[in-house]
């Protein structure tokens, strides 16, 4: 052989040999790197989901995330039974990954690329992306009219790897924001949080500054959902706190359920304003109260508070400080109702509300039609107790920089008496002490409104129709410019309609932003996102009729992995 032949030879294979190395090399992580990368595009076809969360959305559907190596490493020592996804476990806290198995996987990648877990006694193995110090995420600080575009997820699902791909993908197909439970309607509250009326708690989201700067990291506005005065775990654990019945002097039940706190218990207001603070000042974006309003179901009459008895907080500053509220502003006349009014003296507003795993499985009650205002009763009222603790909360979280939103029934809309006095939503109120309103105006819930048989299948009347009430009682002058901006929950799911396609979601869209909407929110409780996802392209495409196409500031630069000391959460005293 020729000499020259056999130095070529040893060219390409010393060339191949390199190419081979550099493919099996580790790489940056994708989760919280600190260079840009792009997502990976989604060539799978969509699928609906299955009901349960575990099962929401098809790994298929979504690409999977790259488990890759991070930072400085650790050397660690096997304990005799021990295996990598134990170890992994132990491990998470420390390090820049934000779930145990993808923790796992960059485990086995770095130690040879091995497939065994279990680990013998003695033996040493490489963790990947410690970090010296615990993250400290700050608030990436927007304007209230910036336009949000959104998904919801449950504290479970936002703490797993699944839930890490829906948020890539979600951010892949145009969306720029998420909201994840901090605290359910149950009261189950998903991070770790020290206070006297908590107590143990499961945990999802482990470290929460980590997720929120994961969520930077990929140029997503982090919505931090605390659902307020209704919290099951709170009431059985703290009956003295609970709603009480007038007639027994024990907790008071809804439809036979203890799950109501009173909301103008001060022991209560303070818990839910310590836990949301501890969340602002871990790095989120917008702090979301849901549930602020009084039980709308049940005896009425039975139900006592401490606001009646005249025992409230010092005067000028507790839950009825504020005296009576002027009454809400004047808007159009609630529409026509299959429903006889006059042989229904205290309807109930529809409150079959989708922010519930089961809720698809409930029955809505009908809603009627708007009745003559009644004069205001002497005294505190139930909207004189929820604006008066929406202006003390507002007041220690505008400080720290987040944006502060509120979830309102749709039917508030319609500016109904009998809604007012039950809920306690006073619309005009609300407005002085938040930034952005976020009325849930799923169509399947104005059942029986408007002389409509099936509303859940006329997403352009019910979205545009309660859109321009709450522009109304909001914008009464029609300067959008200033004041509270609207930003409405839009109905991702097929409950109570035939229609729920890709197209149903495009509809409800465009008539939310025609008729004055700033962005929007979609709910899934089942965080089953198929439709939006088919849908988000093309709206993406089109952006004069569904979006502005709004991104955070610095969107090429992604955010800093230096860390620093993260304070403990205090215990708060009571």
């Given at each position: 052989m020729r000499r020259s032949s056999l130095f070529?030879?040893?060219?390409?294979?010393?060339?191949?040999?390199?190419?081979?190395?550099?493919?099996?090399?580790?790489?940056?992580?994708?989760?919280?790197?600190?260079?840009?990368?792009?997502?990976?595009?989604?060539?799978?076809?969509?699928?609906?989901?299955?009901?349960?969360?575990?099962?929401?959305?098809?790994?298929?559907?979504?690409?999977?995330?790259?488990?890759?190596?991070?930072?400085?490493?650790?050397?660690?020592?096997?304990?005799?039974?021990?295996?990598?996804?134990?170890?992994?476990?132990?491990?998470?806290?420390?390090?820049?990954?934000?779930?145990?198995?993808?923790?796992?996987?960059?485990?086995?990648?770095?130690?040879?690329?091995?497939?065994?877990?279990?680990?013998?006694?003695?033996?040493?193995?490489?963790?990947?992306?410690?970090?010296?110090?615990?993250?400290?995420?700050?608030?990436?600080?927007?304007?209230?009219?910036?336009?949000?575009?959104?998904?919801?997820?449950?504290?479970?699902?936002?703490?797993?790897?699944h839930g890490l791909r829906i948020i890539r993908h979600w951010r892949e197909v145009?969306?720029?924001?998420?909201?994840?439970?901090?605290?359910?309607?149950?009261?189950?509250?998903?991070?770790?949080?020290?206070?006297?009326?908590?107590?143990?708690?499961?945990?999802?989201?482990?470290?929460?500054?980590?997720?929120?700067?994961?969520?930077?990291?990929?140029?997503?506005?982090?919505?931090?959902?605390?659902?307020?005065?209704?919290?099951?775990?709170?009431?059985?654990?703290?009956?003295?706190?609970?709603?009480?019945?007038?007639?027994?002097?024990?907790?008071?039940?809804?439809?036979?359920?203890?799950?109501?706190?009173?909301?103008?218990?001060?022991?209560?207001?303070?818990?839910?304003?310590?836990?949301?603070?501890?969340?602002?000042?871990?790095?989120?974006?917008?702090?979301?109260?849901?549930?602020?309003?009084?039980?709308?179901?049940?005896?009425?009459?039975?139900?006592?508070?401490?606001?009646?008895?005249?025992?409230?907080?010092?005067?000028?500053?507790?839950?009825c400080s504020d005296g009576r509220l002027a009454r809400p502003a004047e808007a159009k006349q609630g529409g026509t109702t299959t429903t006889d009014a006059a042989a229904d003296p205290e309807p109930a507003l529809d409150n079959s509300d989708p922010k519930h795993p089961d809720s698809k499985h409930r029955t809505a009650k009908h809603v009627v039609a708007a009745k003559r205002p009644e004069p205001a009763p002497a005294g505190p009222q139930r909207s004189d107790v929820i604006t008066s603790f929406l202006k003390k909360a507002y007041g220690e979280l505008h400080p720290t920089g987040v944006l502060f939103s509120l979830d309102v029934f749709g039917v508030m809309a319609w500016q109904r008496s009998v809604d007012l006095s039950h809920t306690g939503q006073d619309i005009v109120g609300m407005a002085k002490y938040c930034d952005v309103l976020s009325p849930m105006i799923y169509p399947s819930h104005f059942f029986g409104m408007d002389n409509i048989a099936h509303p859940g299948d006329a997403p352009e009347h019910f979205i545009g129709e309660s859109m321009e009430r709450f522009e109304l009682i909001t914008h009464p002058d029609g300067n959008r410019a200033s004041g509270v901006a609207i930003r409405p929950w839009l109905q991702a799911f097929h409950w109570r309609t035939k229609t729920y396609s890709p197209e149903y979601i495009k509809v409800q869209v465009a008539t939310a932003k025609e008729k004055g909407g700033i962005g929007f929110l979609f709910w899934n409780a089942a965080n089953d996102y198929s439709k939006p996802y088919a849908a988000m392209p093309e709206m993406k495409a089109a952006k004069e009729k569904y979006f502005r196409g709004d991104e955070l500031p610095g969107v090429t630069v992604k955010a800093s992995l230096t860390p620093a000391t993260v304070p403990a959460p205090a215990v708060a005293n009571h």
């Open positions: 070529n030879i040893i060219a390409v294979a010393c060339l191949l040999y390199g190419v081979a190395a550099l493919r099996l090399s580790p790489q940056p992580s994708s989760a919280l790197a600190a260079q840009a990368q792009t997502a990976p595009k989604n060539t799978a076809q969509l699928h609906p989901a299955n009901a349960t969360v575990a099962e929401a959305v098809k790994p298929a559907d979504i690409p999977p995330a790259k488990s890759s190596v991070v930072g400085p490493t650790e050397i660690y020592t096997a304990k005799r039974g021990e295996s990598i996804p134990a170890v992994a476990r132990q491990f998470l806290h420390q390090t820049t990954y934000l779930t145990s198995s993808e923790l796992a996987d960059a485990i086995r990648k770095v130690n040879g690329n091995r497939t065994a877990n279990i680990l013998k006694a003695g033996e040493q193995i490489t963790i990947p992306g410690i970090l010296p110090e615990p993250i400290v995420e700050k608030t990436v600080p927007i304007a209230r009219d910036f336009e949000v575009r959104a998904i919801y997820l449950t504290g479970i699902m936002a703490a797993s790897d145009g969306g720029n924001a998420v909201v994840f439970d901090i605290k359910d309607s149950d009261g189950s509250v998903t991070i770790p949080f020290a206070h006297s009326l908590l107590g143990k708690h499961q945990v999802y989201i482990h470290d929460l500054p980590k997720f929120i700067h994961f969520l930077h990291s990929e140029n997503m506005h982090a919505i931090a959902r605390i659902a307020i005065f209704r919290d099951e775990r709170l009431v059985v654990e703290h009956p003295e706190l609970a709603v009480k019945s007038k007639r027994t002097g024990q907790p008071w039940r809804e439809n036979g359920k203890l799950v109501w706190t009173d909301p103008s218990q001060p022991k209560v207001q303070e818990y839910d304003i310590a836990l949301a603070k501890f969340v602002a000042q871990s790095g989120a974006d917008e702090i979301q109260f849901d549930y602020v309003r009084f039980p709308a179901e049940g005896d009425q009459k039975d139900a006592g508070f401490v606001f009646q008895t005249g025992n409230c907080a010092e005067k000028n500053d507790g839950p």
